[in-house]
């Protein structure tokens, strides 16, 4: 009998949404998962979690029967107990609490751990029939996504498929050769068939940067200044597009008059980079046409990130290129998120509070009831040991509705067992590309674990919610939230199988109130904000390192670690830092700050420049102290998101 194929996507918060093939082999107990070859972005291959997620889905972490727990043990699971018990608990706690102190203290938290839509966002709708507090979605892009907004009038750019026509790609902030491995294919194949260069703009030597034709390294935080130097250098050599500049922008004179500032002889001095340097990639940028720039959520999350993102996305424009650029295009289509999660059918209003500070909202007492779902908090938000100690308050009652133990199981009074994406059905709406297509069942649910849409119709029952659409039958919801983005508007098709490509703006269309790419953003303006890119002074923290940290190839954040082992606590440094400070190579050290302290063991590297630190982001160091205790909980001005790139510390040789 030929084995049979099921087709199902990788929904993990990953910018190649993969899509799969699971081959059931006669005779074994589990399917095998490999890259779909007929996807012309997954090209037949994964990543080392692709393939992997079957193994997670069977290890021994899942966790597989409603737990009560004490949330002050933190090191007991709790007491194994019937669905019934626990959504009787879960529901009493939750009326208690919106008779008590009204629907504000009740929170949810979620974010993109699965991201199907009947994952991640049609489960929201009991929130948003409660009126209850939400959270402003800035612990990732959200800034990058403002900051486009305000030149572009929204923020997507290229589709990454056409990365193979072009003959100059500019890998900006951006890891992708460990954090896109199918973008990173795809520009090594114009590499390949089309002899194009690429260029990576990093302070470190990623994994991206040792595999660059030309590395540029300049100090962290200093891109603002690079995009105008470049700018300079392409008015005054003449290389800009006048005609393109006069039909399609507004607001150039005055972003002209901010780059003649920026000299080679200026950047140096703050960049740090041999005018040599900047010179070629400034000539490379002005004469090698069609070219890309892809720009890192990674460097985006840092102080000055959204402002980076500003400057660099300006710069197609002046050689004459519509949006030549690429960050997310997670808001290119018209998908209907509003109606999916409930918000536009709802008559009532909900608080919306700073993801990236939540922390401070919790530990301030602001929640009673606070339902977490889809992402790892106690791990991947900012500023843990507030956070941490918000969770553990008497009067907050935490509710985890999780695949696995995690960190943040460890602090909830109830678990519930949740279905894998390959246990169930659903639709990935992806930000890296624009193909889709259904996400099948692929293997038998665990028995005891229930999908987010279940529990959600479970606790509206038993609070008698009455809103309608709280129990519209999922697909139905699907098939009005995404008919206007299928090329193929047929919702049918795709349920049977179909591969179908989304309907995403046209290059062009600026959404500005000029209708066109503004140098000079009115919207900006409006705000109170500068309507130009502005380079902020470098505040380096005297005695401090910057400690930048980024993804590892193994590891989706937290997830995998269940296969792979636990993220490893380590700290790269320079060997003039580490001779300095007498340590050496492996050395147990205490890496801290105001917030807090961690243990790593060392890795002395010339990867990372003097005075700059790196290490993988999100780990739990050696005493059991997460790493994001070091990290700021500060918002960035523009769009209110995290600054995980931007955290100072001390060291000390334990
Ligand atoms: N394997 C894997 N892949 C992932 C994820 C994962 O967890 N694992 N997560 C996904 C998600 S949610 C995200 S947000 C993306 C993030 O993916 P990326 O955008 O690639 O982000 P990082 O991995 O943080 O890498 C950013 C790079 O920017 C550099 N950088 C830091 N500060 C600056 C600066 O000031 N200027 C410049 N020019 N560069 C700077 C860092 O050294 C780093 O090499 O990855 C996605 N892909
Ligand atoms: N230090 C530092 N911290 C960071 C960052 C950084 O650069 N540095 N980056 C930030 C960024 S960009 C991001 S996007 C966040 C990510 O932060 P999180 O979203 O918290 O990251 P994950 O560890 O992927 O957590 C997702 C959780 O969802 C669970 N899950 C998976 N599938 C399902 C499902 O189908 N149903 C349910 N109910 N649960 C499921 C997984 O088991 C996992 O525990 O981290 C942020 N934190
Ligand atoms: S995590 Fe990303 S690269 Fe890996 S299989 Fe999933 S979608 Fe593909
Ligand atoms: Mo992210």
Redo the contacts with the bound molecule.
């Keep these: 009998m030929p084995n049979k194929k099921i087709r199902t996507v990788c929904p993990r918060?990953?910018?190649d949404s993969c899509h799969l093939i699971a081959e059931i082999i006669d005779g074994e107990d589990h399917p095998k998962l490999k890259g779909d070859p007929t996807n012309p972005i997954t090209q037949g291959f994964t990543?080392p979690r692709g393939t992997k997620d079957l193994d997670r889905n069977f290890s021994s972490q899942r966790v597989q029967f409603p737990h009560i727990r004490n949330k002050k043990e933190q090191n007991k699971l709790g007491r194994k107990c019937k669905w019934d018990e626990a959504l009787q608990l879960v529901s009493d706690r939750l009326r208690e609490t919106l008779d008590d102190y009204g629907k504000e203290a009740v929170l949810h938290l979620e974010y993109?751990g699965n991201m199907g839509l009947l994952t991640q966002y049609f489960p929201q709708r009991i929130w948003n029939s409660l009126g209850a507090t939400k959270t402003d979605n800035s612990i990732?892009?959200k800034s990058g996504h403002d900051a486009l907004t305000l030149h572009y009038g929204s923020s997507h750019g290229i589709q990454p498929e056409n990365l193979t026509t072009q003959k100059l790609i500019v890998f900006?902030?951006?890891?992708?050769a460990?954090?896109?491995p199918h973008l990173w294919r795809l520009a090594q194949q114009a590499r390949n068939q089309n002899q194009a260069k690429i260029v990576v703009?990093?302070?470190?030597v990623?994994e991206t940067a040792k595999k660059a034709d030309i590395h540029i390294q300049?100090h962290?935080?200093t891109?603002v200044a690079i995009a105008y130097g470049l700018a300079n250098y392409l008015s005054e050599k003449g290389l800009t597009d006048s005609v393109f500049l006069e039909k399609w922008t507004v607001g150039f004179e005055q972003f002209r008059e901010e780059s003649k500032k920026w000299t080679i002889t200026r950047l140096k001095e703050l960049t740090g980079l041999k005018p040599v340097k900047i010179e070629q990639f400034a000539r490379l940028y002005g004469t090698v046409h069609p070219s890309v720039i892809l720009i890192?959520?990674?460097?985006q999350k840092?102080r000055n990130g959204a402002e980076?993102v500003r400057a660099i996305s300006l710069l197609p424009a002046l050689i004459g290129l519509h949006r030549a650029f690429f960050y997310s295009n997670g808001e290119a289509y018209p998908v209907n998120y509003q109606y999916l999660t409930g918000e536009s059918l709802t008559s009532k209003s909900s608080k919306v509070v700073s993801q990236v500070q939540l922390g401070r909202h919790l530990a301030e007492g602001a929640f009673k009831f606070f339902y977490i779902y889809n992402m790892n908090p106690a791990l991947t938000l900012p500023n843990q040991i507030v956070f941490r100690k918000g969770l553990l308050r008497d009067d907050v009652f935490v509710v985890v509705h999780e695949t696995h133990w995690t960190e943040t199981t460890r602090y909830a009074d109830v678990v519930l067992p949740a279905l894998t994406y390959l246990e169930k059905e659903d639709v990935v709406i992806p930000w890296g590309h624009h193909y889709v297509q259904k996400s099948n069942r692929v293997i038998q649910p665990d028995e005891a674990s229930r999908s987010e849409i279940w529990v959600m119709q479970q606790l509206a029952q038993r609070l008698d919610l009455k809103d309608e659409w709280l129990f519209q039958p999922p697909w139905q919801a699907i098939k009005v939230a995404i008919n206007k983005a299928l090329t193929i508007p047929n919702l049918n098709k795709l349920l049977s199988g179909t591969q179908a490509t989304l309907n995403s703006i046209p290059l062009d269309e600026y959404f500005t109130p000029s209708g066109k790419i503004e140098f000079a953003s009115s919207t900006a303006s409006k705000q109170g904000i500068s309507p130009l890119p502005k380079q902020a002074i470098i505040q380096e923290e005297p005695g401090q390192f910057l400690l930048?940290n980024?993804?590892?190839?193994n590891?989706?954040?937290t997830q995998f670690q269940e296969i792979y082992g636990e993220i490893p606590p380590i700290v790269h440094i320079h060997p003039v830092d580490a001779k300095t400070l007498k340590i050496k190579d492996g050395d147990e050290i205490q890496i801290y700050n105001k917030q807090g302290a961690i243990q790593v063991h060392t890795n002395i590297t010339d990867t990372v420049p003097p005075g700059i630190l790196?290490s993988p982001r999100q780990f739990i160091g050696k005493k059991g102290k997460p790493q994001n205790c070091l990290t700021p909980d500060t918002p960035q001005s523009i769009g209110n998101g995290s600054v995980f790139?931007s955290t100072w510390v001390h060291l000390k040789k334990i």
Excluded: E, K, Q
């Design positions: 918060d990953c910018y990543c993109a990732c892009s900006w902030g951006f890891n992708a460990v954090s896109s703009i990093d302070p470190r990623s300049p962290p935080g891109d890192g959520l990674g460097m840092s980076a930048l980024s993804a590892l190839r590891y989706t954040h790196w790139n």
